[in-house]
């Protein structure tokens, strides 16, 4: 079952070829590889460097071999060393002696670098589409409640906004993460089938036509560098690890929010689990699992840098552990991008209980230190009177709108009647937050 048993004199370890095998994980490459080697097959045969029957041969070979897979007649498993010792050693068994040409002109470690590339590249797309879907979802909820609720900063609470603007500051954040996996994909459409094992081959080969069929816009301009490359791998983690920050974020907030201390959301019993014990438990524990997976994406570019580092040039075995670390960072990804777009869209909005914490924070001391600064008070001074105001409202347990403009007077003869215009909320978000621009 080797592709590379002539120069040995004895058999491999047990506990070698299990150590050395990467199946279980590349197992997942197999239409991929399949598909690279039908346009290297398709690029030999038109290179005359197979003959016509030979090309069809191999051709049928391996759709075969792709259609057996997709149907279940053939399961990709067995003592392999890898999905491309798999399809060749399986096409082989199937069609003979012609089979054992497919390798012409090529060597696993492009074979590796271009089915990988091309993996990657379909699953960064789909991590496109789920953004898109959860910019989608966070727009709807955003746009079907414009209710007022307090916004933080050092988690006290600060001024007015609304729900709709605090949703749609994450509309932003997925937008930019969007633009970052563009951005690899485009760095990475680069095709290194035809690199060789490093040097390229002497056969005359036509890289253009495997970079047309396999959709590439242009083949690699080094060879070395072809079969070396891995930054689309570390890029890509690097625009999850941000994107999983986002979310992480954004499942902290739900998870405080729904909490009975906060009580401003719902989150879906589809998306909350229970306790085994107590009976009265509702967990938020998808957007717990999203901040927890969060420190495994982050760990998987980490990983990948350092399985990089010092590797001289140009393939080392050390790359094969590159699948194993993105391939679940990729897998956590779009499933914590799907659920969070899940929990976002049937999440339940609790108006009144964010109202109710909207009159409880102080959330208009800004504005009126504002309206006593149109009043000509400078705003250091202004910032002071109203800091009083508060310590006095603390003390009588109300709020800046409660008192009476005799009492409001005793901290400035600046403010008049007009003044709870200014500092009603409603009027203030109006002003402020621009929510019509959002
Ligand atoms: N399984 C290997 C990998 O994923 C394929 C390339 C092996 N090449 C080699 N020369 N041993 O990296």
Known sequence: MKLWGGRFRKAEDQIMEEFNSSLDIDRRLYFEDITGSIAHVNMLTACEILTEDEGQKILDGLKSILSDIEDGRLKVEGDYEDIHSFVEVNLIERIGEVGKKLHTGRSRNDQTAVDTRMYTRKKAREVIDVLVTLKESLKKTADENPVIMPGYTHLQRAQVITFKHHLMAYYEMVSRDIKRVENALENMD??????????????????????????FSKAKANMMDGVSDRDYLIELSSAFAVLMMHLSRLSEELILWSSQEFDFIEIDDAYSTGSSIMPQKKNPDAAELIRGKTGRVYGALMSLLTVMKGLPLTYNKDMQEEK????????????????MSHMIETLKV????????????????????????KQGVPFRDAHGIVGNIVIYCENNEKGIEDLTVEELKTFSSDIGDDIYDYIDYENI????TKVELL
């Not at 680069?190 to 396999?214: F, Q, V």
């Not at 194993?324 to 659920?339: G, H, Q, R, W, Y």
């Open 324 to 339: 194993e670390i993105f391939f679940p960072a990729l897998d956590n990804t779009i499933s914590c991008v799907k659920i």
């Open 429 to 432: 978000l109006k002003k402020g």
């Open 190 to 215: 680069e095709n290194p089938l035809g690199c060789g094992a490093l040097a390229g081959t002497t056969h005359d080969i036509n890289r253009e036509m495997t970079t047309k069929e396999l959709g």
């Open 350 to 373: 609790k108006e009144e209980s964010m109202k109710r914490a909207v009159k409880k924070g102080f959330l208009n001391a800004t504005e009126l230190a504002d309206y006593l600064v």
